[in-house]
């Protein structure tokens, strides 16, 4: 009901709108396209994520490992 009734409109309006966007993803490209742009979305964060801590641990010469772990 919270969703609906907008009284957190920061959590609603990432609802709608990402809801919205997949809609009209839907609307324009098939289904298999729309999951293969959005596993190349989330790979190219989580490469970027690894990249940046690499590169954050090699200037503060730390030895965290790996984030993903």
């Not at 609307?27 to 990249?51: D, K």
Request: net charge positive.
């Amino acid at each position: 009901h919270d969703l609906l009734f907008w009284r957190d409109v920061r959590k609603t309006g990432v609802v709608f709108g990402l809801s919205l966007l997949l809609l009209l993803s839907l609307a324009a490209l098939s289904v298999i396209s729309v999951v293969a742009h959005f596993a190349l979305a989330l790979l190219s964060v989580t490469i970027s994520l690894r990249v940046y801590k690499a590169v954050v641990q090699a200037v503060q010469k730390s030895e965290e490992g790996h984030p993903f772990r």
